[in-house]
């Protein structure tokens, strides 16, 4: 369904090193740097069939999240979520909501770990078990 997902950063190498440990969880290497002739900065992270990428606006305004916006990220196992949480903390992001682990929903029970990049990006690190 999706091609690819950009957010805005205010920092391009502090994103790049939040990023660069947080999806290596999920075994994605490191990302094609693009700088473009306007001067701008943009990483694009490739996995599988998607690509995940961090941008400096173009527009040379400043960077914002999106208010009730989120980017799931699918992990392989419970283990996978935590590490996933834990390293976006460690390299840093900020932890929010509810702390890792299994939640009822209407789609069954899910694995979950919510997260803030230090731009405010709100993450989420998600497993399905079973």
Known sequence: M??????????????????????????????????????????????????????????NDTATCANGGTIGFKCDSLEQVQKFHD?????GGTSIEAPPGLRESPMGALHLAYVRDPDGNKLCALHRPG
């Open 2 to 59: 999706f091609s690819h997902i950009m957010v805005g950063s205010n920092d391009i190498e502090r994103s790049k090193h939040f990023y660069d440990a947080v999806l290596a969880v999920l075994g994605v290497g490191a990302p094609l740097r693009n700088d473009a002739k306007t001067g701008h900065t943009r990483l694009f992270y490739r996995h599988d069939a998607g690509t995940f990428c961090v941008s400096q606006p173009i527009n």
């Open 87 to 91: 390293v976006a903390v460690a390299n």
